[in-house]
């Protein structure tokens, strides 16, 4: 099976999600529904270019679970966090903020997580 991009799905979009056989582009570029090989092979090279953006910029948007596992959208790139510490968040109450460090090509990271959701904004620590 061909995996190129259909003509209709812009290898710039970004993760397209596929619910009960149906996809779905938030950025509403996939006007077909492509096969889920397609899907997959697009989303791999998204997380790509998510890495290579994090390397060059020193900030991200990663994903936490189980208090000390980060990771990209689809689990193709995992750390485990260390020196994780809850606090209070004056929208999200008690523990409604918590902060983890990570190691990402060779340097130290620093991610934050505000709220009820696995959401985790991250940046290059200077040292």
């Not at 529904?33 to 994090?54: T, W, Y």
């Not at 994903?63 to 999200?92: C, E, L, P, Q, V």
């Amino acid at each position: 099976m061909n995996l190129e991009y259909p003509s209709t799905i812009d290898s710039q979009s970004g993760y397209i999600f596929n619910f009960q056989g149906k996809a779905f582009d938030p950025n509403g570029l996939a006007a077909v529904d492509p096969a889920q090989d397609v899907i997959d092979s697009h989303n791999r090279d998204v997380a790509k270019r998510e890495l290579e953006r994090m390397r060059i910029t020193g900030q991200g948007i990663l994903y936490i679970s189980n208090g000390f596992d980060i990771g990209d959208w689809i689990g193709a790139n995992k750390w485990r966090g260390y020196n994780r510490r809850t606090s209070w968040h004056n929208m999200a109450g008690r523990d409604g903020r918590t902060d983890i460090d990570f190691t990402f090509d060779g340097s130290r990271w620093h991610g934050v997580n505000i709220g009820d959701n696995q959401i985790l904004r991250v940046k290059r620590c200077k040292n």
